[in-house]
């Protein structure tokens, strides 16, 4: 150790100090165990050092090289197998989905008088595209119920903020595969939380505004007013392209099925296809050999042709099973596929994450522009979202794949905020695109969802990312992400609350009126945000509030602390599966953390 500083005082340490600390420990050799670190000491949303504990490259023989080559060239074959096993079980996941919920969802948008309702609209939006698990088909029914006069443009914009709201759940099913280490499913649920947590501000503020004023359907019909736009080609689909050849070998589904159900023209009462296209054959009476007696072509003949229709080829095709049997079927598998395509891409990525290569990745996914332009970074993400979302076709995917490297601390909760958002204005230009191949009679009315889910999506990021403070989602996540690292069961809770329960209750309650939906859920609602205003002023201004309020220590304990609920579901959890992982001590070394070396007197 250096010499004691004079005066009884002890100097700031400096680099050098870490290196004498570096040295005097390195002669020491394992005579002492270091201290571990409490939980709180450090951040537990900082990046976690992904350190290279492998050979340097120099010190590595001829063979080692080549060795090391190989390894990293297949774990990146690994990498991309899994990912692209990954994005075709999400596809097939969403066909369980709609095979397991298409007929109820083509019922749901049959009462008129529900979809009246604001309330009611949102939460159909809600429960239609969870049950189909894509936003995009959820959209097409309701372009098609706006053009077949079935739907009003202003009943629709409710239900498309439910369909914004119901396409998070992917990444939130995404986040749950990560819950084995407490720190990896902090950052995955944050960040999953993050996306739901915009679309609910958003449509809390939103949807009241909507419905006294209708701002989004004014402004989308005069955006559609001031653009002469006309039919166009098809939007382009990359990512299928690629995942359909496996794909359809294994289910096709008719998703014209589930919009002809909502509008009323259901006829096919299975929803997976038989009939994969038609081939025209010419009559036998008309085809002569005169091609054969004499040259050139054969003259035209007032014929008919028949058409025969041609067989799918995937797994079940012409089988007797019911819709609902092969969707728990395609449901279990796409599940189990998922879970391990999850696991292996989080165990690849911490594999090939590591040092240098850490380091330049997050470097290039996590830096900032220089002073004065770093606030320029977060667009940029943005738009860089909305890009890749546009190239995928799918913001589930994209979301989807986003999670898991939140998770293994690539990617931070600042920056991925912005990705999201992204990814929700490139879905909303591709449905702007897929508009525009619509035929002339559906044209405008596609147009105009297609506008009002682009200016929702736009609204909120003016709303809650424009100004750095009201960046709430941000907070809001972090001690959501908490919360669920030390109960995992509340992600659960949340999972089933939020995207399941109270959308049904709230539906059951609008089949039974408008009146019965306003006197349970207003005092509800009212109950909700007085807790939060109490909430708020406990911390803030506590002496504005009267004193039995300034605490919550008058409730019973249950109503006040999570603790009662943790250990009632741990003991009914079979083999403690729901039970928070216990944390294992971390060893940090003061000469690997100057930080900490700088914190503590030497």
């Known amino acids: 150790m250096p010499n004691s500083v004079t005066g009884g005082q002890v100097n700031p340490p400096t680099l050098d100090t870490v290196g004498l600390v570096d040295q ?17 000491d450090m951040d537990p949303w900082a990046l976690p050092q992904l350190k290279d504990t492998g050979q340097p490259w120099k010190e590595l023989s001829v063979a080692g090289r080549v060795r090391r080559v190989l390894l990293g060239v297949l774990k990146a074959c690994g990498l ?19 095979l397991l919920g298409s007929k109820v969802a083509g019922d749901i948008f049959k009462d008129n008088v529900v979809l009246s309702n604001p309330v009611a609209g949102l939460v159909i939006g809600v429960l239609v595209t969870v049950l189909v698990q894509s936003s995009s088909t959820s959209s097409s029914i309701v372009v098609s119920m706006v053009a077949s006069n079935l739907l009003t443009v202003r009943a629709s914009v409710p239900i498309i903020m439910g369909v914004n709201v119901g396409t998070s759940i992917t990444s939130t099913l995404v986040s749950m595969a990560q819950s084995g280490d407490r ?8 960040g999953s939380a993050v996306h739901g947590i915009f679309n609910w501000l958003t449509v809390l503020l939103l949807l009241p505004l909507e419905s006294a004023v209708g701002t989004l359907e004014k402004l989308s019909a005069l955006a559609l007013e ?34 002809n159900s909502a509008t ?36 035209e003949r007032n014929g008919s042709a028949t058409a025969e229709q041609l067989p799918c080829h995937h797994l079940f095709v012409g089988t007797a099973l019911t819709d609902l049997a092969v969707g728990f079927i395609l449901l279990a598998g796409s599940l189990l596929l998922l879970c391990s395509c999850l696991v292996l891409v989080v165990k690849l990525l911490n594999s090939v994450l590591r040092g240098r290569i850490a380091r330049a990745v997050r470097t290039v996914i996590n830096a900032d522009f220089p002073f004065p332009f770093g606030g320029l970074s977060g667009y940029l993400a943005i738009l860089v979202g909305a890009g890749l979302t546009f190239v995928l076709q799918s913001s589930s995917v994209f979301t989807a794949a986003i999670v898991p490297l939140m998770g293994v601390g690539v990617i931070s909760l600042e920056r991925a905020y912005p990705l999201f958002l992204g990814s929700n204005i490139g879905t909303t230009t591709t449905a702007l695109l897929a508009a525009l191949a619509s035929p002339s009679n559906m044209l405008s009315s596609a147009l105009q969802v297609a506008l009002i889910h682009f200016f929702f999506n736009l609204a909120g990021i003016l709303l809650w990312y424009m100004v750095p403070i009201l960046r709430l989602p941000i907070p809001l996540a972090k001690r959501f992400g908490d919360l669920t690292a030390r109960y995992r069961w509340v992600a659960v809770a949340y999972l089933l609350l939020s995207f399941l329960l109270l959308p049904l209750a709230t539906f059951g309650l609008s089949l039974a009126g408008n009146t019965v939906l306003a006197a349970v859920g207003g005092p509800l609602v009212a109950l909700v945000l007085l807790v939060v205003l109490v909430n708020v002023l406990q911390r803030q201004r506590p002496a504005w509030l009267p004193r039995p309020l300034r605490s919550w220590a008058w409730l019973p304990r249950w109503l006040r602390s999570l603790e009662p609920w943790d250990r009632l579901v741990s003991r009914c959890c079979p083999c403690r599966a729901c039970s928070p992982p216990p944390a294992a001590p971390k060893e940090a070394h003061c000469y690997e953390n100057p930080e900490i070396l700088a914190s503590q007197q030497l």
């Open 183 to 190: 720190d990896e499913f902090r950052r995955a649920f944050g």
């Open 226 to 259: 001031a653009a002469s736009l006309q039919p166009g080609g098809a939007a382009p689909d990359i990512l299928k392209v690629l995942t359909q050849p496996l794909t359809h070998l294994i289910v096709q589904l008719d998703a014209d099925v589930i919009v």
């Open 80 to 98: 991309l197998g899994s990912l692209y096993l990954f994005i075709c079980s999400l596809d097939i996941l969403s066909s369980a989905f709609q």
């Open 264 to 299: 009323g023209n259901a006829t096919n009462s299975s929803l997976i296809k038989r009939w994969c296209g038609t081939r025209k054959e010419p009559d036998q009476g008309n085809s002569s050999h005169c091609g054969a007696v004499t040259p050139g072509p054969c003259p």
């Open 24 to 40: 005097s420990l390195g002669n020491a050799g394992t005579s002492s165990s270091a201290p571990a670190l409490e939980e709180g």
